[in-house]
C-alpha cells in the first residue's frame, strides 16, 4: 500500500502538503474529500480521521492528520526530501516548530475568520458575520506585521533561511486564501507588507511548477467570487437609485 494524501485543494493545508510532496517527488494517491458537500463527516473518512478535518494521510497502516505533523512526517520517512525543508540541526528544527505553533493561534484564525466570515460562508448558503469578519481581518492585520517585522527580518525566508522550510510553504498556503476577496481589498491588505509580499513570490518561484497548478482551483474559485460580487454590487446600486 502506498501513500494516500486526503484532501480538498480549497483548503489552505491540503495545498500545502500537495505541494510539498510534488515538489519532493513523493509518490502518492490524491483522494478528494470534498468539504463543500460534507464528505468529511462521512463515516469512511473519520475512520481516517475522527475530527473530520482535511488534510489526512494514510501510509500502509499508519494513518495521520494535521497538516503541520503530516508534513514533518513526510520529511522523516521520506529519505529523498531536501533537508532544507526540516533541517536536522536542533536549533532551526525548534524555530520551524515555533512558527508552525504561532501560525495556528494567529495567521491561521485571521485568514479563516475573514475570509470564510465573509465570502466562503455567505457564497455557500451561510449566513454572513460582519463581526466575526471584523474580528478576523484585525488578527490577521496584526499577524502580518509580525510577519513582516520579525519572522522575516533576517532572511529571504521565514527565520532567516535562505532556504523554504514546511513553515514557509505552510504559512503562503494560508495567506494565498485571500485571493478569494475582492481585488481591492486583497491590494489594501496586503500592499503594505513588501517582504510579505516578496516572500510570497519566493516561495512561489521555490516550489514551482506545482504550486501555481496545485492553487488552480482556488484562482477558478477567486473569478466566480469575483464575478459573483461585481453582479451583486451592480445590484445593489441600482437598488439604491430606485
Not at 36 to 61: C, L, T, W
Not at 145 to 155: C, I, T, V
Not at 159 to 168: E, K, T, Y
Request: net charge positive; with cysteine; glycine share 4%.
Amino acid at each position: 500500500m502506498g501513500l494516500k494524501v486526503y484532501v480538498d485543494r480549497l483548503s489552505q493545508p491540503s495545498r500545502a502538503v500537495l505541494i510539498f510532496c510534488k515538489i519532493n517527488g513523493i509518490d502518492f494517491e490524491e483522494i478528494r474529500v470534498d468539504i463543500m458537500k460534507n464528505k468529511h463527516f462521512s463515516p469512511e473518512y473519520k475512520a481516517i480521521n475522527p475530527m473530520s478535518q482535511v488534510p489526512a494521510i494514510v501510509d500502509g497502516r499508519f494513518k495521520l492528520f494535521e497538516s503541520h505533523a503530516i508534513l514533518i512526517y513526510l520529511c522523516s520517512a521520506f529519505p529523498g526530501v531536501a533537508s532544507h525543508w526540516y533541517p536536522g540541526d536542533l536549533f532551526k528544527r525548534s524555530k520551524i516548530h515555533s512558527v508552525l505553533d504561532w501560525h495556528h493561534s494567529n495567521l491561521r484564525r485571521g485568514t479563516v475568520g475573514l475570509v470564510f466570515n465573509s465570502i466562503i460562508g455567505p457564497q455557500n448558503g451561510f449566513p454572513s458575520n460582519a463581526q466575526a469578519a471584523k474580528e478576523g481581518e484585525k488578527l490577521l492585520m496584526k499577524s502580518l506585521a509580525k510577519l513582516e517585522n520579525f519572522w522575516l527580518k533576517d532572511g529571504r525566508f521565514l527565520v532567516g533561511s535562505l532556504q523554504p522550510s514546511i513553515a514557509d510553504i505552510s504559512l503562503v498556503c494560508e495567506i494565498m486564501q485571500l485571493e478569494l476577496l475582492s481585488e481591492k481589498d486583497h491590494e489594501r491588505i496586503l500592499s503594505p507588507y513588501k517582504k510579505v509580499v516578496q516572500w510570497i513570490e519566493d516561495t512561489k518561484k521555490a516550489t514551482a511548477p506545482h504550486f501555481d497548478e496545485v492553487h488552480d482551483i482556488l484562482f477558478r474559485a477567486q473569478k466566480r467570487f469575483r464575478e459573483r460580487m461585481a453582479t451583486e454590487s451592480v445590484k445593489n446600486e441600482l437598488k439604491s437609485k430606485l
